[in-house]
């Protein structure tokens, strides 16, 4: 890999790990724990509540986060996606705070968690991978490219339950085609400003081989077009433009790691898989 060939991948690393935190934000603790880090703009809203103390914000009790998330969206503060997501906690493993609209989370700067799936069919001249494209209407990055099925994790939710259902709204998979096919392959993290707020996502990312056979169907009117394309053509995609949503190029980035398309031993390599882990 040249070194303007890793520039080209690095910098979507480096454009989703572009958040220093806390920086303008104020800590936002919940119940004693760190759970995210609040924009300034809501902050007078979050005075006005008492939930100041000191230098952080904390609210002591976990059950009123979702009434908080709808006193936010009444104050115009920002719109609903009318889907309550969990609040994590500083810790892998443990369970949520609490739950809260999924638009308030980047206000918040909590963590969201999302799941992608790496559509592939490998044919005799090689691998290739379904991309999707995102419907122009789309709240966010309308019309860019996408994974075959992408989507949040919301509240009360496994990760393995979440793909199965965005993979039958967005692509009309079966269940358990999905089910039992699909195998976790990565966990991607990164804290990014964007103009929604701050996102500090943690992704989980799938691999599903489908037969050559197989044409996924949009079925939720999120997905414009499927189109199938060589793995080498969405190397230079990444590589070379802006064409796929910016959290998408980081699991391609991993699948190339993961393919030998990018040397993972090498010193670059190393610097690409680093940077999926939130140390860009």
């Known amino acids: 890999m040249t070194e303007a060939d890793k520039n080209g991948f690095l910098r979507h ?3 989703c790990n572009n958040a220093s935190l806390p920086g303008r934000r ?10 995210g880090f609040a924009d300034p703009k809501i902050v007078p809203a979050l005075d006005a509540m008492g939930l100041r103390k000191g230098d952080v914000f904390d609210l002591p009790n976990p059950s009123v986060l979702e009434s908080l998330g709808e006193i936010l969206a009444s104050q115009g503060l920002y719109r609903p ?10 810790q892998d493993g443990q369970p949520p705070l609490g739950v809260i609209d999924r638009g308030a989370l980047p206000l918040l700067g909590f963590v969201g968690v999302g799941v992608h799936l790496n559509g592939l069919v490998r044919k ?3 691998l290739h991978l379904w991309v999707g494209r995102r419907a122009r209407d789309k709240r966010l990055d309308p019309g860019k490219l996408d994974h075959l099925v992408a989507g949040g994790v919301p509240a009360g939710l496994t990760p393995a339950v979440a793909i199965e259902k965005e993979a039958a709204e967005e692509a009309s998979l079966p269940a358990d085609m999905v089910r039992e096919n699909a195998r976790e392959v990565a966990l991607i993290r990164y804290s990014m400003e964007r103009p929604e ?10 691999d599903l081989v489908l037969p050559d056979s197989f044409q996924p169907v949009p079925a939720d009117g999120e997905v414009e077009e499927f189109l199938l394309l060589p793995i080498r053509e969405v190397v230079r995609l990444v590589r070379d433009t802006d064409e796929f949503k910016f959290n998408v190029n980081l699991v391609l980035i991993d699948l190339f790691l993961r393919e030998g398309l990018i040397d993972a031993t090498s010193p670059e390599g190393r610097a690409l898989r680093r940077g999926l882990s939130g140390d860009a």
């Open 13 to 15: 690393i480096k454009a």
């Open 81 to 90: 996606h009318d889907e309550l997501f969990d609040v994590w906690g500083p």
């Open 26 to 35: 104020i800590p936002f603790y919940i119940a004693g724990q760190l759970a």
């Open 124 to 126: 005799e001249d090689g």
């Open 197 to 206: 707020g701050l996102r500090r996502d943690k992704l989980i990312c799938y």
